[in-house]
């Protein structure tokens, strides 16, 4: 069984679905609302900054409150549910892999920044207030450039690279250490191998020798990247999609456990509860009293 969410391109935000744009700067004071239904998935990247207001944003069940003087990054695939919002000002930078790629033949360029595709790093950052300034400002020039009559790709590609780089400072400044682009590269293959083969329940073993290396080395680079060990990755994942199979489909605990390759549905529930602190019964039951609260409980399976 595939779950499926709606799969949004860049297009949709700027309500031109039919549009096959790879950048956008859009400002919530000016934009209108997006036709997009919660949760939904990105196609492209987005960076939101908030100037003022307040927003709550879940990605992958996770809150977090967006406060001025923030930036919250969402990467393709996260389910993403847009929660509530106060009167903001601030805006949202979206684009492509292949935009940000423009003439460069080196995807690892991408992937060594280490707060995209990455579902254990925090997607809220809010930087000094110089910090944040300096990004405000190459935001301005972006925004500049989109304006104009002669706009150019490359341009814009320069100065998306820029606000990246200093994104990615800010976070190297705020951990005390910068975590080896090898390290993050070797991490971001685990993902992709992970979302491709969660439901395969492998070891971390089979992981490792997928990426022709130890599984001592690939703890390691778990350590380094993430904090956690390799097998708290591989599990953290599985649990994910429990979460998303919980949700989001009419699936009883015991064939959401087999959908997971767990033959012993008691030893998913415990390693569920380990990982969430509560059973799959008390987190779905949990989720239903939410959308009851919300009004949209008639979205989501009862």
Known sequence: MQLVFPLYSIGHFINQPDKPTEFEITQFEQMEEPDVEDPHKHTFYEIIWIDSGRSRQAIDYVEYELTPGSLFFISPGQLHFFEEWEPLTGGSILFTEDFFLLNYQNRDTLFELSFLDNFYANPLLRPSPDNFADIRHTIELLGREQQRTDRSNAITQSLLHVLLAQI???????????????????????????????????????????????????????????????????????????????????????????????????????????????????????????????????????
Not at 172 to 178: I, L
Not at 190 to 204: C, E, G, I, R, Y
Not at 256 to 272: G, M
């Open 168 to 302: 990615q400072r800010c976070i190297d400044s705020e951990a005390g250490q910068t975590v080896p682009k090898k390290y993050v590269l070797l991490y971001k293959n685990l993902k992709s191998l992970l979302d491709q083969h969660f439901a395969d329940n492998w070891p971390v073993s089979v992981y490792a020798d997928r990426l022709n290396i130890t599984q001592h080395h690939l703890n390691l680079v778990c350590k380094q990247v993430t904090g956690k060990t390799a097998s708290e990755v591989v599990r953290a994942r599985s649990m994910l999609e429990a979460k998303r199979l919980l949700s989001f489909s009419d699936l009883t605990i015991t064939e959401v456990a087999t959908q997971l390759n767990f033959l012993d549905s008691s030893y998913f529930a415990r390693v569920f509860r380990r990982e969430t602190g509560v059973s799959p019964v008390a987190f779905r039951q949990a989720l239903i009293e939410t959308w009851r609260g919300s009004g949209s409980l008639s979205r989501y399976p009862t």
